[in-house]
């Protein structure tokens, strides 16, 4: 599977963005989705996921609110809409697919693939 992450930009703090991430290679239906973020000099930190199977959908603490991950299994594509953006939300965006089971569906480690990453600035 190859994705392929867009979208990212700079926006003030309040604004909006939405990412996309366009899959080719297989059909995401069968696969959860998931969004990550890396900002400068800070680890890997899961920000959203879409879960294939029953569509549950999981969120880290500090989006939920205000990030929705959704998907469109025709497009082959999933979504991140991401509102009252913070300066502390600026980061690298990648998006990632694979099997994990629900108890480790928040670890990158989970993942199979990965996209090449859309960098998010938010200006204060």
């Known amino acids: 599977v190859q994705l392929q992450a867009s979208g990212g930009g700079l926006v003030q703090a309040g604004g909006s963005l939405r990412l996309s991430c366009a899959a080719s290679?297989?059909?995401?239906?069968?696969?959860?989705m998931g969004w990550f973020r890396q900002a400068p000099g800070k680890e890997r930190e899961f920000v959203a996921a879409?879960?294939?199977?029953?569509?549950?959908?999981y969120y880290a603490a500090s989006v939920k609110g205000r990030f929705t991950i959704s998907r469109d299994n025709v497009k082959n594509t999933v979504y991140l809409q991401m509102n009252s953006l913070k300066p502390e939300d600026t980061a690298v965006y990648y998006c990632?697919?694979?099997?994990?089971?629900?108890?480790?569906?928040?670890?990158?480690?989970?993942?199979?693939?990965w996209g090449q990453g859309t960098l998010v600035t938010v200006s204060s």
């Open positions: 990632a697919t694979g099997r994990p089971i629900t108890s480790t569906i928040m670890r990158g480690e989970s993942y199979t693939y």
């Open positions: 290679g297989d059909t995401i239906s069968k696969y959860t």
């Open positions: 879409s879960r294939w199977s029953g569509g549950s959908t």
